[in-house]
Structures are given as C-alpha cells and as structure tokens.
C-alpha cells in the first residue's frame, strides 16, 4: 500500500536551517509528482510547490523562493524539503503529497507532517 | 496572485444537505479538487476533477461546477463529516496551484 512517512517533529531556533523528508513506499517513486503543503497553527493549507521526481526539476510558489529548497534521493524513494535562515513564521505543520493524474494536481496521499517549531 | 474564494463557515443538521461553493477566475479552465481535514489529520481528498469520487470516499460526497464556481455537496451529513474543507485548483496558466481559504463545516 502506498505511504508517505515524514521525519519527526523539529525544534530549531531563529536562523538555523532545517530539512523535513518523506520517505515514499508502495509505489514506483519517480512516477508521480511530489507536492509540500504548509499549514500554519490554526490557518488554512498553503501550497509551497512541486518536485518533479523524474527530472528533480523544483518549481515554487510565491512566497517560498529562495529560502525553501525541494530536493530528492531517488535511490531511497526520498523527498526533502529544505528551509533555511529560520523565521518564527515558518512554524507550521509541513505536508508531503503526491501528485497524481496529468495534472498533478490530486494529491492522492499524503504523510503524517511534520511539526517545524522555530522558537529562541 | 490567483485566490480561490470560499465561506468561513457552513452550518447544517444531520440528515440535511451542505454545500460549500470555491470560486475563482480560472475554474471554467481548471479543474477543482476538494480535501477533507479533520482536527491534527493530515488532508484526505474527497473529490476531484470537479466532480470524480475517490474510492471509499461516500457517495454523500459529490462535486460540480458552473462557470467560476465549484461546489462541495454532502447529501445526508453525518456527525462524522464535521471537518474543514479546501477546495484546491491552478491559475490559468495551470503552473500555479491554490488552496482556497477553507471552509469549517459544524454539524449542529
């Protein structure tokens, strides 16, 4: 069956950097688009952008360039979501899905999430 | 940027129908998606491409679409059904995705 396994929960202090994975299982990993999602405490989901697993070509949403960097290791079925230069207003559950149909735009499955809490 | 428009709130008895509309400029071009999210779950999808069922989502769940606005029908809601609910669709373009702002279904 397919799973999206996130890392566990993070701590980290304003200005450090921190990187979530999503381990995939049950499925042919490069064969379906990888999405995050961010959700701050008590607000909506927000879509960060996409990695294409096949090519590893990332594409981000307004307002997650430059500090927020997709990458994957395809050789464990891996995606990685990389957020540097911490701000107190990245603390959000972050989201792993993949993105199946043409569109990528079903987000079939998702992980657990992973709690990034960024705090002096 | 491109917005997806949805109301705060909806409020129905059990055994009564909800609707939840998500409207946006580019939806007669895009297809929407509806996701289901429960307190400290992660998002399940209930509908997509407007108006397709999921297997195991209820047929309780349907979708359609007119013109800029979709819409997120549950016929016979149940107690359980209580959730928030985005709707999810691109910009015109079809590079961008949007969640919309979410909708917080009670079941009263």
């Known amino acids: 069956q397919v799973q999206l396994v996130q890392s566990g929960s993070e701590l980290k202090k304003p200005g450090a950097s921190v990187k979530v994975s999503c381990k995939a299982s049950g499925y042919t990993f490069t064969s379906y688009a990888m999405n995050w999602v961010r959700q701050a405490p008590g607000q909506g989901l927000e879509w960060m952008g996409w990695?294409?697993?096949?090519?590893?070509?990332?594409t981000y949403a307004q307002g997650f360039t430059g500090r927020f960097v997709f990458s994957l290791d395809t050789s464990v079925s891996t995606a990685y979501l990389q957020i540097s230069s911490l701000k107190a207003e990245d603390t959000a559950v972050y989201y792993c899905?993949?993105?199946?149909?043409?569109?990528?735009?079903?987000?079939?499955?998702w992980g657990q999430g992973t709690l990034v809490t960024v705090s002096s | 940027s491109y917005e997806l428009t949805q109301p705060p709130s909806v409020s129905v008895s059990p055994g009564q129908t909800a609707r939840i509309t998500c409207s946006g400029d580019?939806?007669?071009?895009?297809?929407a998606y509806w996701y289901q999210q429960k307190p400290g779950q992660a998002p399940v999808l209930v509908i997509y491409?407007?108006?397709e069922r999921p297997s195991g989502i209820p047929e309780r769940f349907s979708g359609s679409s007119s013109g800029t606005t979709v819409t997120l029908t549950i016929s016979g809601v149940q107690a359980e059904d209580e959730a928030d609910y985005y709707c999810?669709?691109?910009?015109?373009?079809?590079?961008?995705?949007?969640f919309g702002g979410g909708t917080k279904l009670t079941v009263l």
């Open positions: 580019a939806l007669p071009k895009q297809y």
């Open positions: 899905a993949r993105g199946s149909d043409g569109s990528g735009k079903k987000f079939d499955y």
């Open positions: 999810l669709s691109a910009d015109s373009s079809g590079t961008y995705v949007v």
């Open positions: 491409k407007d108006s």
């Open positions: 990695i294409n697993t096949n090519t590893g070509n990332p």
